[in-house]
């Protein structure tokens, strides 16, 4: 799956901007696209032209996008991690976008059986209490095990 890092070193090309002022996308050399889902996020009017993506900043507040020169930063665009999608026909066939740090959606299939019971084992005995049973027989023969040992103690120091 690709991620901002993949586009590290590209020219930035342009800003399309839609009709709202949060529906925007930055555009870098190649035609890949970084677009911004987050209608809290407007386009600050960064000055890019001229500007080289030089590196992407994660955490879970935000991500970065810096532009610049070399190593010197000019120009900086926050989006929120999970609202914003990348798109590249490099990494992706047609103009299919992914969300890179959104977790991807898991469907669960339904239980095929109505009658299927998953906490009972065979013949109807609930499992949490055949499972007491090893652990109560355990504790009366550590009980036992404590008690030899006391009594060969006592032997040891009458001798």
Known sequence: MSDLSYYVGRRFEKIDQGEEGWNWTVVLEGDARVRNTDEARSWTQENLEGTIFLRPIFSELDTRMQFGMGENVTAEIVLTPTKYTVADPTYASGEEEI????????????????????????GGENMSET????????????????EESEEGTEEETTT
């Open 99 to 122: 969300y890179p740090q959104a977790p991807p959606i898991q469907e669960i299939p339904p239980d095929p059986s109505d009658e299927r019971v998953v906490d009972q084992a065979e």
């Open 131 to 146: 499972q007491q049973e090893p652990q109560e027989e355990e504790a009366a023969t550590e009980e036992e095990s404590s």
